[in-house]
């Protein structure tokens, strides 16, 4: 149990376009109301949404952003009705701020097409299946995981529903609003990114380190490597899951991110890995925050933090 000082939301304002020349059209709101829709005028598009809570006597703050095809959804309660990590961390008093990056869940996008020419992107069940290593393709229809597997496999439609649009232009506005985000809280925050959010978290802490006491990348499916050096006492860590070598994709991740942890070191990072079958914790997927083993994860992390 916890109890909140404060908590809200708000935007981060991201950019303003204005578009004209298109034609009006007519819309059939209900069978009594059709109205003109005229799409020239000024949208604002790009934004970045953010939610925060602030428990009684605050011993730090955590920022989570998401993973691809995702939205700050992912951190809240489990698709099997669990504490997720927001959840998890107010508990044991931390300030959390939970991000939708631009264009995902409720940071919103801009339906006029000759703002983002290229087509949204949506995940389908099947690919949510192997992409987040809960079974293979083949065994999908059956439901059948992985052997060992921490995911709650009986909740895998209700994780289909975490699925959002996803862009794959808007790397440098998502991180644009993270600055600001940073900027706004004014104070060093520990900071989590999940698979393409960890891109976003490295290309931020190259702009923003003063800002920044703890990196943690849950499965970084790319990372940004920042230019020049850093002999500075910000920490790194990132956690691997399970069932690597079932999928040929994740093999070539895994070993790309392993050069990268010592790319990372060489620049003087103090960076650590964590490949949790190694360390006897079987069973995790792509999703490790909202496996039925995460209480345990956030409490690792937590004592990383602390340690």
């Known amino acids: 149990m916890y109890m909140l000082e404060d908590f809200g939301s708000f935007m981060i304002p991201g950019r303003v376009v204005s578009i004209d020349g298109q034609d009006k059209k007519y819309v059939r709101r209900n069978p009594q109301l059709t109205i003109e829709i005229d799409p020239n005028g000024t949208y604002a598009v790009e934004n970045t949404y953010v939610e925060y809570y602030v428990p009684k006597d605050s011993r730090g703050i955590m920022v989570l952003v998401h993973g691809g095809g995702l939205c700050g959804h992912a951190w809240h309660t489990t698709p099997d009705g669990r504490k997720g990590f927001v959840q998890l961390f107010l508990e044991n008093a931390y300030t959390v701020y939970v991000v939708d990056t631009v264009e995902r869940g409720r940071a919103g996008w801009c339906a006029v097409p000759e703002i983002w020419p290229e087509a949204a992107e949506s995940r389908t069940a099947e690919t949510t299946w192997s992409a987040f290593r809960i079974g293979t393709a083949q065994n999908f229809l059956a439901r059948k995981p992985f052997e060992h597997q921490q995911f709650p496999v009986a909740a895998f439609d209700n994780f289909v529903c975490y699925q959002v649009p996803r862009w794959d232009v808007h790397t440098e506005a998502s991180v644009t609003g993270l600055y600001k985000l940073l900027q ?104 490790l925050m909202l496996d039925k083993n995460n209480e345990l994860i956030a409490k690792r992390l937590m004592q990383w933090i602390e340690s």
Not at 252 to 270: P, T, V
């Open 184 to 287: 706004k809280i004014d104070r060093r925050c520990i900071v989590l990114g999940h698979s393409q959010g960890c891109d976003l978290v490295m290309r931020l802490f190259e702009q923003q380190s003063q800002y920044i006491s703890h990196l943690i990348l849950l499965e970084p499916s790319s990372c940004y490597l920042p230019q020049g050096s850093y002999q500075s006492d910000v920490r790194l860590l990132t956690l691997w899951g399970d069932y690597l070598t079932q999928d040929p994709l994740w093999t070539s991740i895994y070993k790309a991110n392993l050069a990268y942890q010592e790319a990372l070191k060489n620049l003087g990072f103090n960076a650590e890995i964590w490949n949790l079958p190694a360390q006897g914790m079987e069973g995790n997927s792509h999703a």
